[in-house]
């Protein structure tokens, strides 16, 4: 079935370094990419998506970059700051009203 | 802003007793899904509406049931609730530009 693969599974970075984590998914199909951020003990709350007629997105500090090719996007997060730190999660579906495929999370410690 | 509550917050039941979580919105969206938390294993959507009786099973359907009988309400059901449900809970709302709305989560232990 559909499947998304997420990479690393924990980060930890000092603090001003840049951050990337990467994932993979398994229906071609796909066109739009989530990005969520889960703070300790609270809900996940999006920080940034794609959809694929695009190549790349930024907002401030973070960007996300999408290879369709290769099925594979990823989230850059550059002068990471301790806030930071939290879970993040990948996700991907075809259309807005498809179930939505999450990634297993990559925990990111920033160290200062 | 969009706005989902969840309840109970909290609850420790026991194998076999039928259990609801009730799922709420403020917004009158279409789009409601349920998620359960696992450690190493993500979020993995249980089941999603598209709208009033429009149900449809997501990747872990198996011992849950819901309805969707308004469309602000989406509760979830646990016929026969058995310890591998022992989980972490988020209700969701789709809205604009198909962002997820999380509520705030159920903690389920079945003992």
């Known amino acids: 079935g559909e499947n998304v693969e997420q990479h690393p599974s924990t980060l930890s970075v000092q603090e001003g370094d840049s951050a990337v984590i990467k994932c993979t998914y398994s229906d071609s199909a796909s066109n739009y990419f989530p990005w969520y951020k889960q703070e300790l003990g609270k809900r996940p709350q999006l920080i940034i998506d794609?959809?694929?007629?695009?190549g790349e997105k930024k907002d401030q500090r973070i960007a996300v970059t999408l290879n369709k090719t290769a099925k594979h996007f990823s989230l850059h997060i550059t002068e990471t700051q301790p806030e930071d730190s939290a879970v993040y999660f990948c996700a991907a579906r075809k259309t807005s009203y498809d179930k939505v495929i999450f990634g297993p999370g990559t925990s990111l410690s920033v160290i200062p | 802003e969009a706005q989902v509550t969840q309840n109970p917050r909290y609850l420790i039941t026991v194998t076999g007793k039928k259990l609801t979580v009730t799922c709420s919105q403020n917004m009158n969206h279409e789009y409601m899904s349920w998620y359960r938390q696992d450690p190493g294993l993500g979020l993995r959507q249980i089941y999603y509406s598209m709208n009033v009786e429009v149900t449809d099973k997501g990747d872990v359907p198996e011992g849950y049931k819901v309805s969707r009988k308004e469309k602000r309400n989406f509760p979830l059901i646990l016929e026969s609730p058995s310890p591998n449900q022992t989980s972490l809970y988020f209700c969701?709302?789709?809205?604009?530009?198909?962002?997820?709305?999380f509520g705030p989560g159920t903690r389920l232990t079945v003992l």
């Open positions: 969701a709302i789709q809205g604009s530009a198909d962002t997820q709305y």
């Open positions: 794609i959809r694929s007629n695009v």
